[in-house]
């Protein structure tokens, strides 16, 4: 704590401002796996097309959540849109979201407006909602059909470069940053965009393997497999990238590498170098690798899968930490270190931080219970032993 700024003894940015980049980031990678099937024709991943999709949208009303929580005065938020100003990095987050998120619903209103059709003739609260979303309108023939894929692959294309946009943002904001050093960086929206994508395809393995097992399904191997190596392949570009940025700060040995030496060392050695490096990325990358690489049991290797996806969100986790935490740790006189561990029932504690990151997941649930979000899957028989 010696030579700290007084302004710099209390982190202002918590784990609020951790929250927002990790969910951002699931929402860049989800949508850009279901792009894969409508844009560029990944069949084999048609089983989880959907699923990305909505997951996409959930995720991203609830990624400014964080923000506003952490906002002394959260609705003078709506004057970015009542008073604009275009010269803001800040108020740029407001309009790449509005657009992104009104193209995430035209996309699910064209893709799944069968579906919503289909579910608007029955009876029931279900159908009633269904008939407002497609505006009383349940008539649909071929040729509007053939026209809904043509607009729904054209917003798939269109949302790609607003995903990376909405992401790449957040990495743009923390490097323009040029007062401090361990944050400015040209690599860093790069490192946000390739780390979205990794945890938006671990998300996705994750959940799908788990309704799978739950519901009792015969997993899509095809599609298993396919997002495995996607995931596989981003993760090595994304933790790449992660070490060039620090291997070029120390390689230059400029005046800041000094105390940024003794920050990985002291501060940040555990949640750094033996989490985020150690554990979480080089034990996903062999289980990753041997699954990918080698014909094992069914059951075997979707359990590496998952275990590989499950660190690997908690890798994207430790690396937003350690860049918007690690950050602030660092004072300004280049003499010093502060410390932070968020608190349990604060306003902007781990309690608020664990409900916000799950409420997505009670919401996806009550989607799929209108409209399914997987294609029907044959059951499992008893006596199927998942080995092949």
Known sequence: MNFVLPNEVNVTWTVMIVLYPYITGLVAGAFIMSSLYHVFGRLELKSISRFSLVSAFVFLL?????????????????????????????????????????????????????????????????????????????????????????ITRFLAGMGIPLACLLHGYVGFL????????????????????????????AVLIFLYLIVAWINRWEIDRACVNSMARYLWGFMMVAVSLELLEILSIAYKQTEEWEILARLIETKLFLSYIVLQFLIFSLIPFLFLGIAVLFRLKT??????????????????????????????????????????????????????????????????????????????????????????
């Open 62 to 150: 609830f990624a400014p959540l964080p923000l506003l929580i952490h906002l002394g005065e959260p609705l003078r938020s709506f004057n970015i849109m009542i008073t604009p100003n275009f010269n803001s990095a800040m108020a740029g987050f407001g309009f790449i979201y509005s657009a992104y998120l009104l193209l995430v619903i035209l996309e699910i209103w064209f893709s799944l407006r069968g579906e919503f059709i289909r579910c608007a003739r029955g009876i029931g609260w279900k159908a009633g909602l269904c008939r407002i979303v497609v505006m009383f309108n349940l008539e649909e023939t071929d040729a509007e059909r053939r026209a809904d894929g043509k």
């Open 174 to 201: 923390f490097g323009s940053l040029k007062a401090n050093p361990w944050w400015s960086t040209p690599l860093m929206f790069v490192i946000f965009i390739f780390s979205a994508i990794v945890s938006g395809i």
């Open 299 to 388: 059951r075997i290797a979707d359990g590496l899968i998952w275990l590989a996806s499950s660190m690997l969100l908690i890798q994207v986790l430790l690396m937003r930490w350690n860049v918007v935490i690690g950050g602030q740790l660092l004072s300004k006189s280049m003499r010093g270190f502060t410390s932070y561990f968020p608190g349990l029932l604060e306003r902007e504690g781990l309690v608020v931080a664990v409900v916000i990151f799950t409420l997505p997941f009670g919401i996806l649930y009550l989607f799929n219970r209108i409209i399914p979000l997987f294609p029907s899957h044959p059951k499992l028989s008893e006596g199927d032993s998942s080995n092949s």
